[in-house]
């Protein structure tokens, strides 16, 4: 339900953008505010279920989250669906943090790679077949509902999610769990929000200068959190974050590999949603089926990558799928400048598939490098960390993307143009344009593609755009300048998701070259490490 959600709004974009008569601007936030809503209270929605139980937490989260997603089904404006969206976030927190810590006290060390495994292949599912469902959703206009079934398809899923979770899971909380460090949920919230959302919200205003002062100013307030985290562990032990788990070689390497993946993560999904439905125009279930040649590969290697691989080679798997995940995206880049808008989705692909294999490789290893050794009593704490990293990671990646993507976008309009002139001076000329006015036309359209691609909303017409006096108006000039402006809005699209891949790459790289901090310690354990214990002993584990 959550990374359905996290996922399935981006091919319901222009069904959503066409309803509410928003622009872009409220698009990304109806996107980004659950990912930023969903990692601010993480830590502490982990923290909660070490002191109040694991179960309960999760079935409050749940609840909570179908109620919400109901009222995003519901809503009539923008600011109703940005709000829902937010409390979906907020209420998932509670839910999510609780999967990681109930498994991993639940099953002993012998088991929990397997089990990792198993969440990691269910959770591609989800992440890939999100928009496949989602453009499904939106083009059968169930119910003449347009959009919005995107949301209501979680009440029976919910439903039938609290029943089982009542029925199959067992409570757990933390024996040594105090209580809840509200001040260190203010500091952290706090710095976390300082660096996000400037991020998310600055190239829409212009790069203000207080968003720049923001996001430095964040790093003092995560120190005080830092120091005020260390004080509360001298005086009561009941920290909101245990420190003492970034000692742990394994848990501090294996978060900040996820950070760097997550970032990666987020440029990547939300430029391929872009690139394919403004950029190539294509319908919301083929932009969404594109991806099931992605969604193949990595269910495939999550499959065997913790039970079969990693106990063979161990962290050379994570190594191994980091750099097939580059040459994939690098080859689907080249793929992209060597085919330009007549790409089909069969020559996509094998780099597709490449991609998702190497994703697979690297998503259900790292969970267990992550959790392999913290302590049970800190599971929760952990999983929140774990969790917050990664969509922290996907937050601001989705703030890049728009960066990356939109921010090239200017110059790379001014070559779009320059390449469609010529096709469209010849246009001209059939339509017995004269010459003068020609070029009048040209002009015109040159500068309505840069300012147009320019602006914080792409959906926005500049005044470069509007027609000029005395400029003729016949079917055949409209449809030659409509012609070149879809022509132009395509290359400009593919050599700006061209940009964002270079990015991809580059944060791929920089997570494997920190991959040698894991060390040399099996990321699995045996069952030599650890007692086994029976199916009775397994309810009776120290939580």
């Not at 969604?295 to 290697?301: D, N, P």
């Not at 790409?343 to 996509?348: K, L, R």
Request: aromatic share 8%.
């Amino acid at each position: 339900m959550d990374l359905l959600d996290a996922t399935i709004t981006g091919v319901a974009i222009p069904s959503i953008q066409k309803d509410l008569a928003v622009g872009y601007s409220a698009i990304q936030w109806i996107s980004a505010a659950y990912s930023l809503a969903f990692a601010l209270p993480l830590i502490t929605g982990g923290r909660l279920g070490d002191i109040l139980g694991r179960k309960q937490l999760f079935l409050i989260g749940m609840a909570g989250f179908t109620a919400a997603s109901a009222l995003c089904g519901l809503t009539q404006s923008p600011e109703m669906l940005i709000g829902a969206r937010v409390l979906q976030g907020a209420l998932a927190a509670l839910m999510v943090p609780q999967v990681l810590a109930t498994i991993h006290v639940t099953f002993p060390p012998s088991e929990r790679g397997k089990v990792f495994g198993m969440y990691s292949a269910i959770a591609g599912l989800a992440i890939v077949f999100g928009p496949i469902l989602g453009g499904l959703l939106v083009q059968w206009n169930l119910f003449s509902l347009k959009w919005r079934p995107i949301f209501l398809i979680n009440l029976p899923v919910g439903l039938i999610g609290l029943a089982m979770g009542w029925r199959f899971i067992d409570e757990s909380k933390s024996p040594n769990a105090q209580r809840l460090d509200l001040a260190g949920l203010v500091l952290s919230t706090l710095s976390l929000l300082m660096l996000v959302y400037p991020l998310m919200q600055g190239r829409d205003l212009g790069w203000p200068g207080w968003s720049f002062v923001s996001m430095a100013l964040s790093l003092p307030v995560l120190a005080c959190f830092i120091a005020h985290q260390r004080c509360r562990t001298r005086k009561n032990g009941s920290p909101l974050v245990a420190l003492s788990l970034f000692k742990t070689k394994s848990f501090a390497s294996g978060l900040s590999v996820l950070l760097l993946f997550s970032l990666a993560i987020g440029i990547l999904s939300l430029g391929q949603s872009l690139y394919l439905q403004l950029g190539l125009r294509w319908t919301p279930v083929h932009a969404g089926a594109t991806g099931i040649p992605f969604s193949i590969g990595l269910v495939m290697a999550a499959g065997v990558s913790v039970q079969v691989l990693v106990p063979k080679f161990g962290c050379k798997v994570l190594q191994a799928g980091t750099v097939l995940m580059i040459a994939g995206v690098g080859s689907y880049a080249w793929q992209i400048h060597h085919t330009g808008a007549s790409i089909t989705s069969w020559q996509m692909l094998p780099w597709l598939f490449a991609t998702g294999l190497g994703m697979g490789l690297i998503v259900a290893p790292i969970t267990d490098i992550i959790l392999s050794e913290v302590p049970l009593a800190d599971a929760g704490s952990a999983s929140g960390l774990t969790n917050t990293t990664y969509h922290l990671g996907t937050a601001v990646g989705i703030a890049l993307a728009s960066v990356v993507l939109f921010g090239v976008m200017g110059g790379q309009a001014g070559h779009a143009a320059d390449t469609v002139t010529p096709a469209l001076r010849q246009q001209l000329a059939a339509a017995q344009v004269p010459a003068d006015q020609t070029e009048t036309i040209i002009g015109g359209f040159w500068a309505c593609a840069v300012d147009r691609a320019a602006e914080a909303d792409p959906t926005h017409a500049p005044p470069s755009c509007r027609q000029a006096p005395g400029t003729p108006s016949n079917l055949a000039v409209e449809h030659a300048m409509a012609l070149a402006e879809g022509q132009v809005t395509t290359l400009t699209f593919i050599r700006s998701f061209q940009h964002a891949s270079y990015w991809v790459m580059g944060l791929l790289a920089a997570a494997l070259a920190l991959m040698p901090g894991f060390g040399t310690k099996p990321l699995l354990f045996t069952p030599s490490d650890e007692f086994t214990p029976t199916t009775t002993d397994r309810h009776n584990l120290p939580a």
